[in-house]
C-alpha cells in the first residue's frame, strides 16, 4: 500500500482552493453481537437437551425416582405387612383388566370340569378361560384360567398392583421401598467415591513428585485385590445393613476418580492463568479449589453418573448372593434373590425388579454418555 504526504511531488501544484477539510463524523465501534455470550455450563446445557436419547434417559429415570419417593404410599399395604393366605399373588391393576393384561388371572391345571359349576369352589365369574380338555382315568379334566382375587373370595377393590411374595406381601410398596433403599445406596457410595477421590487426587496431581508417587502406590495397592473379593468380606466382617454395604462399596471404587482427577491436575497446573496466580500470593488452597480444579467439573459429573449404575448393579450382585440389606427391608436386589426362586412357578415375581433395574442400568449410562458429550470443550459452540 502506497502513502502521500501533504508536501509530496503529487501535491505541490494542485490549487488550493481544490482542497476541502474532511472529517469523519460517525463514531467508530466494534460490531454488535447477535447473540447474548453464552457460558460453558449453560452451552452444555443446550447441547444436551438437543439429545433426545439423553432427555429420554433423563425422563426415565425421574419416573423411576418420583416412584421411589411417593410409590410406597399409594394403596394402603405396608412393605412387611403379611398375609398367610395371600401368598404368591398375582398382579392385579382394576384399570388394565379390560385390556386382557394385569387381570390377577392365574391358570390351575387338571381340574375336574364336573366341578366347574360348583359355585361354593368357583365363584361366579371368576372362570376367565378353559383348555387342553383331557381324559385321566376316566375322569374328564382340563386347565383353567381363573381370576385368583374372586376364587380366594375377594373382592373388586381388594389388589396387588404387583403381586405379592411368599409371605403374602405386597410387592409394589416392596419394589419401590427396595427402589429407594438400592438408589439411597448408589448415591452415598458415589458421593463418597466423588469425595475421597477429588480430594486424593487433587493432593497427588498438585504437589506431585515423592508425594504422587507414594499416594499412587498406595492406590494400586488398595484397587490390586479383586473387587468382589474384597467387598464380600468386608461386609462378612462388619455385618450386612445400610451403612456397611455403603463402606463397601467406597472401599476400592474411589481410585478411578483420583486417577482421573490426577492426570487433570497434571494438564491444568502449568497454565499460564494457575502460573499468574501463584505469583500475586494465591495460596495452594485456593489453586485447588478456585483454579483448577472448575476444569475437572465436566469430567467428575460424567464420572459420577457412569458410576451410579454400577453401584446399584453391585449392591444387587451382593442381596443375589445373601449379602444385601438385613430383613425386613428390601431392594431391588433383594426382590431378584427372592424372585429367582419361584421364577417358573410365578415370574411376575422377578419381571417388575428386572424391569426396573433395567430402566435405571441403561438411563444411567444413556445419560452419562449425554453429559459426557455435552461437557466436551471441543464440542463448545457445535
Known amino acids: 500500500m ?3 504526504s501533504h508536501d509530496a511531488p503529487e501535491f505541490r501544484d494542485v490549487p488550493t482552493q481544490k482542497l476541502r477539510e474532511v472529517q469523519r463524523t460517525e463514531e467508530i ?10 457460558g460453558f455450563f449453560k452451552d452444555a446445557a443446550i447441547r444436551f437437551c438437543k439429545s433426545r436419547i439423553s432427555m429420554a434417559a433423563l425422563v ?5 425416582l418420583l416412584f421411589a419417593i411417593f410409590g410406597p404410599g399409594m394403596n394402603e399395604h405396608g412393605f412387611n405387612e403379611q398375609n398367610p393366605d395371600l401368598i404368591n399373588m398375582p398382579a392385579k391393576v382394576p384399570a388394565l383388566t379390560k385390556l386382557g393384561i394385569l387381570n390377577g388371572g392365574r391358570w390351575l391345571q387338571n381340574r375336574r370340569v364336573d366341578s366347574l359349576d360348583n359355585t361354593d369352589k368357583y365363584p361366579e365369574g371368576c372362570i376367565l378361560a378353559k383348555k387342553n380338555f383331557k381324559t385321566i382315568k376316566g375322569v374328564e379334566v382340563c386347565d383353567v384360567k381363573v381370576d385368583y382375587y374372586m376364587y380366594k373370595g375377594l373382592g ?3 389388589c396387588f398392583w404387583m403381586g405379592s411374595d411368599y409371605l403374602g406381601r405386597d410387592l409394589w410398596t416392596r419394589m419401590w421401598r427396595g427402589a429407594r433403599i438400592s438408589l439411597l445406596i448408589a448415591f452415598l457410595s458415589v458421593a463418597c467415591n466423588i469425595t475421597i477421590g477429588l480430594i486424593y487426587g487433587a493432593i497427588a496431581g498438585y504437589y506431585g513428585g515423592k508425594a504422587d508417587m507414594i499416594m499412587m502406590r498406595i492406590a494400586e495397592i488398595v484397587g490390586a485385590f479383586p473387587e468382589v473379593v474384597v467387598v464380600t468380606l468386608f461386609i462378612l466382617f462388619f ?3 445400610l451403612l456397611s454395604i455403603v463402606l463397601a462399596l467406597v472401599v476400592q471404587n474411589w481410585i ?3 486417577k482421573m482427577i490426577r492426570s487433570q491436575f497434571y494438564r491444568y497446573k502449568g497454565s499460564e492463568y494457575v502460573l499468574a496466580a501463584r505469583t500475586l500470593g494465591e495460596p495452594d488452597r485456593s489453586l485447588i479449589f478456585r483454579y483448577i480444579m472448575p476444569n475437572s467439573i465436566g469430567p467428575i ?6 458410576a451410579i449404575p454400577g453401584a446399584i448393579f453391585t449392591e444387587s450382585f451382593l442381596a443375589y448372593i445373601g449379602l444385601g440389606i438385613r430383613a425386613p427391608e428390601c431392594s431391588i436386589g433383594v ?3 427372592q424372585g429367582q426362586q419361584v421364577m417358573m412357578q410365578f415370574p411376575v415375581q422377578v419381571f417388575f425388579p428386572a424391569a426396573v433395574i433395567s430402566i435405571l442400568m441403561i438411563s444411567f449410562n444413556m445419560l452419562a454418555n449425554g453429559l459426557r458429550d455435552a461437557f466436551d470443550p471441543t464440542q463448545r459452540g457445535a
Open 239 to 241: 455385618g450386612t445393613g
Open 156 to 158: 373388586d377393590e381388594f
Open 256 to 258: 478411578g476418580t483420583a
Open 29 to 38: 465501534r466494534d460490531a454488535a453481537f447477535e447473540h447474548k455470550p453464552i
Open 2 to 4: 502506497k502513502f502521500f
Open 335 to 337: 426382590l431378584l434373590s
Open 301 to 306: 459429573i460424567t464420572r459420577a453418573m457412569i
Open 60 to 64: 426415565g429415570i425421574l419416573i423411576v
